[in-house]
């Protein structure tokens, strides 16, 4: 979970624009939750434009978001809010909190991939489950920084969903493990840990961006 400053109030035409003081890691299509504004801006959302240039309405023919592409202003996210227009504003009363809840694996997934017997309760699934949230919100966020705009709670391809297991599975087996190797007890030498090999970045589309 994330949680973002805001700089700026702004509602016309019942879209909200507001902006953070910093930059986010919030994409389209992706709810928020807006406190301490008042309404009609508090609330949880879905984020539908993020153009960083003045808001200057709604196209009345074909709905479009306007904008004044002479006046920047950064971090900018806009959403449907039902209300009185609202003329822009400075405001560092407000707070914009992203939670990113990816779910592209579960545990038994990971332990059907693994091909081992864990009980639960156990030390063995505590990690289970620590490795398939990480590698959950891992491989959602490089591919997020890749330009893919992904859904959190279904994944987008049996590709990735391999991917992620591999991930998974990989920070599973480097428990007791230091730096670049996996733990071994024999006298044959430690194998080199590689977590994020080339066949999971291949899996992922990472890092090769979506678009240009």
Sequence with gaps: MSSYTTASKQLISNYACISTLEPTEIAIGENITVSGLAA???GTF???DMSQYEFTGVDSTTGEFQFDFNVPRANQLIYAATGSNVE???TYAGT???TQLCTWITVADLITYLGVTITNPSDDYTLATQATNAA???CYRRRQESNYHDGLSTS???DVTLGTLMYAAALWR??????TAFAAFDTMGTPTQQSLTPIVKQLLGIP???VA
């Design 174 to 179: 480097s428990r007791g493990s230091i730096e």
């Design 40 to 42: 009609p801006f508090n």
């Design 156 to 158: 987008p391809g049996t």
């Design 136 to 138: 959950n919100v891992f």
């Design 88 to 90: 822009y504003v400075v």
């Design 208 to 210: 090769r961006p979506a």
């Design 46 to 48: 879905k984020v539908l």
């Design 96 to 98: 914009v909190v992203y």
